[in-house]
Protein backbone atom coordinates (compact mmCIF):
# COMPACT_ATOMS: atom_id res chain seq x y z
CA UNK A 1 0.00 0.00 0.00
CA UNK A 2 2.91 1.80 0.13
CA UNK A 3 2.29 2.68 -3.32
CA UNK A 4 -0.87 4.26 -2.97
CA UNK A 5 0.52 7.87 -3.44
CA UNK A 6 2.59 6.92 -6.16
CA UNK A 7 1.14 6.55 -9.38
CA UNK A 8 -2.06 8.32 -11.56
CA UNK A 9 -3.23 4.69 -11.89
CA UNK A 10 -4.17 3.82 -8.77
CA UNK A 11 -7.19 5.39 -8.42
CA UNK A 12 -8.52 3.61 -11.36
CA UNK A 13 -7.36 0.60 -9.87
CA UNK A 14 -8.91 1.02 -6.62
CA UNK A 15 -12.13 1.96 -8.34
CA UNK A 16 -11.82 -1.70 -10.07
CA UNK A 17 -11.07 -3.72 -7.31
CA UNK A 18 -11.67 -1.58 -4.37
CA UNK A 19 -9.24 0.23 -1.96
CA UNK A 20 -9.05 -2.85 0.77
CA UNK A 21 -8.08 -5.18 -2.29
CA UNK A 22 -5.47 -2.81 -3.36
CA UNK A 23 -4.13 -2.38 -0.20
CA UNK A 24 -3.64 -6.26 0.21
CA UNK A 25 -1.71 -6.60 -3.05
CA UNK A 26 1.54 -7.00 -3.72
CA UNK A 27 4.24 -5.17 -6.46
CA UNK A 28 4.10 -8.36 -8.05
CA UNK A 29 0.43 -8.46 -8.77
CA UNK A 30 -0.15 -4.92 -9.33
CA UNK A 31 3.00 -3.64 -11.10
CA UNK A 32 1.57 -4.39 -15.18
CA UNK A 33 -1.35 -2.04 -13.82
CA UNK A 34 0.55 0.76 -12.28
CA UNK A 35 2.89 2.39 -14.47
CA UNK A 36 2.82 6.22 -14.66
CA UNK A 37 3.96 8.45 -12.41
CA UNK A 38 2.01 10.84 -9.84
CA UNK A 39 0.90 13.70 -11.97
CA UNK A 40 -2.10 16.22 -12.16
CA UNK A 41 -5.12 14.21 -12.34
CA UNK A 42 -4.13 12.83 -9.14
CA UNK A 43 -5.27 15.91 -7.46
CA UNK A 44 -7.48 17.66 -10.35
CA UNK A 45 -10.06 16.48 -12.32
CA UNK A 46 -8.84 16.08 -15.71
CA UNK A 47 -11.64 17.81 -17.53
CA UNK A 48 -12.35 21.14 -15.46
CA UNK A 49 -8.91 21.47 -13.47
CA UNK A 50 -11.15 21.47 -10.71
CA UNK A 51 -9.24 19.98 -7.35
CA UNK A 52 -10.22 16.23 -6.50
CA UNK A 53 -9.34 14.14 -3.91
CA UNK A 54 -8.72 10.62 -5.17
CA UNK A 55 -7.19 8.43 -2.24
CA UNK A 56 -9.75 7.15 -0.22
CA UNK A 57 -7.80 7.04 3.05
CA UNK A 58 -7.73 11.00 3.60
CA UNK A 59 -11.63 10.49 3.01
CA UNK A 60 -12.13 8.25 5.22
CA UNK A 61 -10.04 9.80 8.07
CA UNK A 62 -12.14 12.88 8.03
CA UNK A 63 -15.43 11.00 7.82
CA UNK A 64 -14.26 9.15 11.19
CA UNK A 65 -14.18 12.95 12.59
CA UNK A 66 -17.55 13.70 11.24
CA UNK A 67 -16.37 15.88 8.23
CA UNK A 68 -17.16 15.32 4.54
CA UNK A 69 -14.52 16.40 1.88
CA UNK A 70 -17.28 18.59 0.11
CA UNK A 71 -17.71 20.66 3.29
CA UNK A 72 -14.28 21.88 2.79
CA UNK A 73 -13.55 25.17 1.17
CA UNK A 74 -11.32 26.00 -2.03
CA UNK A 75 -8.40 27.06 -0.12
CA UNK A 76 -8.42 24.12 2.50
CA UNK A 77 -8.32 22.08 -0.54
CA UNK A 78 -5.18 23.77 -1.67
CA UNK A 79 -3.91 21.62 1.67
CA UNK A 80 -5.81 18.68 1.46
CA UNK A 81 -4.74 17.60 -2.05
CA UNK A 82 -1.43 17.49 -0.49
CA UNK A 83 -2.97 15.58 2.69
CA UNK A 84 -3.77 12.57 0.42
CA UNK A 85 -0.15 11.34 0.61
CA UNK A 86 2.16 13.92 2.83
CA UNK A 87 1.18 12.63 6.14
CA UNK A 88 1.49 9.86 8.82
CA UNK A 89 -0.01 6.91 8.09
CA UNK A 90 -0.16 2.86 9.07
CA UNK A 91 -1.31 -0.05 7.60
CA UNK A 92 -4.01 -1.21 9.86
CA UNK A 93 -4.88 -4.99 10.68
CA UNK A 94 -4.13 -8.22 8.90
CA UNK A 95 -5.72 -6.66 5.96
CA UNK A 96 -3.29 -4.05 5.98
CA UNK A 97 -5.75 -1.45 5.60
CA UNK A 98 -4.20 1.98 4.98
CA UNK A 99 -5.40 4.75 7.91
CA UNK A 100 -4.32 7.90 9.19
CA UNK A 101 -4.34 8.49 12.89
CA UNK A 102 -6.01 11.50 13.38
CA UNK A 103 -8.95 10.34 15.35
CA UNK A 104 -7.94 12.54 18.38
CA UNK A 105 -6.18 15.46 16.45
CA UNK A 106 -3.09 16.17 14.29
CA UNK A 107 -0.26 16.74 16.94
CA UNK A 108 2.46 14.24 17.52
CA UNK A 109 0.79 13.85 21.19
CA UNK A 110 -2.56 12.88 19.86
CA UNK A 111 -0.94 10.81 16.97
CA UNK A 112 0.90 8.59 19.69
CA UNK A 113 -2.22 8.50 22.16
CA UNK A 114 -3.96 6.88 18.82
CA UNK A 115 -1.73 4.27 18.65
CA UNK A 116 -1.36 3.63 22.14
CA UNK A 117 -5.02 3.18 22.80
CA UNK A 118 -5.00 0.28 19.79
CA UNK A 119 -1.87 -0.92 20.94
CA UNK A 120 -0.02 -0.80 17.58
CA UNK A 121 3.79 -0.42 16.83
CA UNK A 122 5.80 -0.13 13.99
CA UNK A 123 8.60 -2.21 14.85
CA UNK A 124 10.58 -3.63 18.06
CA UNK A 125 14.02 -2.40 18.97
CA UNK A 126 16.16 -5.00 18.28
CA UNK A 127 18.51 -4.38 21.54
CA UNK A 128 16.14 -2.57 24.24
CA UNK A 129 12.96 -4.31 22.35
CA UNK A 130 11.05 -1.32 23.21
CA UNK A 131 8.02 -1.21 21.17
CA UNK A 132 8.87 1.58 18.28
CA UNK A 133 6.61 4.24 16.23
CA UNK A 134 8.56 5.48 12.44
CA UNK A 135 6.87 8.76 11.45
CA UNK A 136 6.46 8.02 7.68
CA UNK A 137 6.04 11.89 6.17
CA UNK A 138 3.50 13.58 8.76
CA UNK A 139 4.07 17.19 6.50
CA UNK A 140 -0.11 17.70 6.87
CA UNK A 141 -0.57 17.28 10.24
CA UNK A 142 3.02 19.60 11.64
CA UNK A 143 1.30 22.19 9.11
CA UNK A 144 -2.04 21.56 10.29
CA UNK A 145 -1.06 22.32 14.42
CA UNK A 146 1.52 25.16 12.95
CA UNK A 147 0.72 28.91 11.89
CA UNK A 148 -0.24 28.89 8.46
CA UNK A 149 -3.36 26.76 9.03
CA UNK A 150 -4.39 29.04 11.93
CA UNK A 151 -4.01 31.91 10.17
CA UNK A 152 -5.67 30.86 6.67
CA UNK A 153 -2.59 29.94 4.70
CA UNK A 154 -2.93 26.58 2.50
CA UNK A 155 -0.03 24.39 1.35
CA UNK A 156 -0.47 25.51 -2.01
CA UNK A 157 0.39 29.61 -1.47
CA UNK A 158 4.05 28.46 -0.98
CA UNK A 159 4.56 25.24 -2.54
CA UNK A 160 4.29 23.59 -6.25
CA UNK A 161 4.52 20.39 -7.11
Known sequence: ACWSCKSTD???VMNEIGAANFYKKKWTDLGSEIINPIGCQDCHDPKTMNLRITRPALIEAYQRQGKGITQFSRQEMRSLVCAQCHVEYYFKGDEKYLT?????GFSADDMEAYYDNIEFTDWTHALSKAPMLKAQHPD???FMTGIHAIRGVSC???HMP
Open 100 to 104: FPWDK
Open 10 to 12: VPR
Open 156 to 158: ADC
Open 140 to 142: YEL
